[in-house]
């Protein structure tokens, strides 16, 4: 495992990485971006076995799965997306169509669509989980298909676009998250920086947000190394760059966890730094890598995390 590095930098420090990262990514910079393509590829691994649609399971040794509610599956014609989205909407336990309460939306990782899930949870599962004996305040979750391209709005596919237009207001007139302050957001890998990135581009909609192992990038030359197809420009990346557009997050409610030993560790670090002063935000560092041995255990402390802050009554 690589040593752990200081929780906190100064804007200096960040400033410094930045442009170290750009300046020398020919000679050092390589051995990093493998490694975050070799995540990559093990998180779209982790897909086949998770087992979702069989109702699996994969309990962590102090996590159980209490009786889930209903997992619904619907599909519409998204605008945005101009494709068709499928979409899955878990309740809690003693829950169902028709419940006035809180709602999650859960951004899936590279690779992945509405099947993948909460780390290898159903939603249903998800938002039964219990650990040490304590239970999850009802609050439904809903995954969806957010196609390959870091949850933000690009020329041709607009997934941002599509939750907030489309997917939030449909929830809504079935009584979820419809309170003020009732709407949450999470997401892992991809999708946790995609969960960043709702936030700071809709101020005001999401009351809080939780990210696992996000996938944060600080030059466009590394992330289109990484994943050509994550932003279409520099200049979408310099408008969707999470690290420097955190002020609208001032006074969101944010948990991040990220391993020590993730690829994209020390960027978690740089958007931490960036973040502006007095923020609420939360970040944890344990051992642990960008797998799933690492995704599942945060599941639940993520949600209890976003529970916490939405309004319920």
Not at 156 to 168: F, I, K, N, R
Request: hydrophobic share 40%; with cysteine; glycine share 12%.
């Amino acid at each position: 495992m690589a040593p752990r590095p200081p929780a906190h930098h100064s804007k200096a420090a960040y400033t410094r990485r930045r442009l170290l990262v750009g300046g020398v990514a020919a000679s050092v910079g390589a051995l990093g971006w493998w490694a975050v393509r070799e995540a990559d590829a093990a998180y779209h691994d982790m897909l086949a076995w998770s087992g979702l649609d069989q109702g699996a399971c994969n309990n962590t040794s102090r996590d159980v799965c209490g009786a889930p509610g209903a997992n619904i599956t619907g599909t519409f014609f998204s605008s945005y997306r101009h494709t068709k989205v499928t979409y899955r909407v878990g309740y809690p336990p003693g829950h169902g169509p028709g419940s006035e309460i809180p709602l999650v939306f859960m951004l899936h990782g590279f690779g992945g669509n509405h099947a993948s899930g909460v780390a290898g949870y159903s939603p249903a599962q998800a938002a039964a989980l219990q650990r040490d004996g304590v239970s999850l305040p009802p609050v439904a979750i809903v995954t969806m298909d957010g196609g390959q391209g870091y949850w933000h709005p690009h020329p041709d596919d607009d997934p941002m676009g599509m939750v907030v237009y489309e997917l939030l207001p449909m929830m809504q007139r079935q009584g979820l998250g419809r309170r003020p302050g009732s709407v949450g957001v999470m997401g892992l890998s991809m999708g946790g920086y995609g969960a960043i990135a709702f936030a700071e581009n809709h101020p005001g909609i999401f009351r809080a947000v939780a990210a696992i192992s996000p996938a944060i990038f600080v030059t466009y030359e590394h992330v289109h190394y990484v994943n050509p197809g994550a932003y279409s420009s520099a200049a979408e990346f310099a408008r969707y760059d999470a690290v420097t557009h955190t002020a609208p997050l001032r006074d969101v409610p944010l948990r991040v966890a990220s391993g020590a030993s993730d690829p994209f560790h020390w960027w978690v670090e740089d958007f931490e730094a960036a973040l502006p002063s007095g923020s609420p935000a939360q970040f944890f560092y344990p051992p642990g890598a960008h797998n799933q041995d690492f995704f599942q255990p945060q599941a639940f402390p993520s949600l209890a995390f976003l529970t916490s802050h939405l309004a319920s009554s």
